[in-house]
């Protein structure tokens, strides 16, 4: 069983819908890690939580730590929004090594 | 601040062939990570330094690929020889200490014939 795992894997919307991603994550993982990839490009670090909510423009992250659940809102979403996003938990100790799921793809289509 | 710097962007090589990638990470950042990350597939970490010392290189393949960090600032990513299967991102990233948020670079795309 996959430590990290989104949904939906595939995620096409229309420009302006509101679009949820979310995240289930297994014991053990102290603070959840959204990140944005573009095609053919680097890793960008959106939010890093462990507990609450945390926005920062149209984007809003939010966890439930009894659930041990995660979801990232993007609102009046726009072509440039297109991209992967993945999820990815921090265990804790001494590594603190940081465990990806296999990411949602989105396209938002004008 | 400057971010994660990685070099080159893209790389073609023949199987069996070296290739060697350059990672430079944010000034101050003790934390240093490779991860390789195959296409459709999330990042999965190959090594993991602190300063100069290796903290995790489980998932490293010792036979073939290597990496270093002498001064505990840039790091080097070496395989030798290539194989089909190599061919992914490479991932650099890296962190003001363990725990902290991981700042990704661009990565380098290696494509293996």
């Known amino acids: 069983k996959n430590e990290v795992e989104q949904s939906p894997q595939n995620l096409t919307a229309q420009e302006g819908e509101f679009i949820t991603i979310n995240c289930s994550y297994s014991?053990?993982?102290?603070?959840l890690h959204w990140l944005q990839q573009h095609p053919g490009g680097g890793i960008v670090s959106l939010f890093m939580?462990?507990?609450g909510k945390k926005k920062h423009g149209r984007l809003i992250a939010t966890i439930n730590i009894q659930e041990k659940h995660s979801s990232l809102h993007i609102t009046a979403s726009h072509p440039r929004d297109s991209a992967v996003y993945i999820c990815?938990?921090?265990?804790?100790?001494?590594?603190?090594?940081?465990?990806f799921g296999t990411g949602t793809l989105l396209a938002v289509q004008p | 601040e400057a971010g994660v710097a990685q070099s080159p962007r893209y790389k073609i090589i023949e199987k069996r062939q070296s290739v060697a990638f350059w990672c430079n990470p944010i000034s101050g950042h003790a934390t240093l990570y490779w991860y390789q990350q195959i296409l459709g597939q999330g990042p999965k970490l190959l090594i993991q330094?602190?300063?100069?010392?290796?903290?995790?290189d489980s998932q490293l393949p010792k036979d073939r690929f290597s990496a270093e960090r002498l001064k505990g600032v840039d790091s080097t990513l070496k395989i030798q020889p290539a194989k089909l299967e190599d061919s992914a991102v490479y991932l650099c990233a890296s962190s003001f200490t363990l725990g902290q948020p991981q700042h990704f670079g661009d990565g380098t795309r290696l494509s293996i014939l």
């Open positions: 939580l462990s507990s």
């Open positions: 330094f602190q300063n100069n010392g290796v903290v995790d």
């Open positions: 014991v053990g993982i102290s603070a």
């Open positions: 990815a938990g921090y265990y804790g100790g001494a590594t603190n090594k940081l465990i």
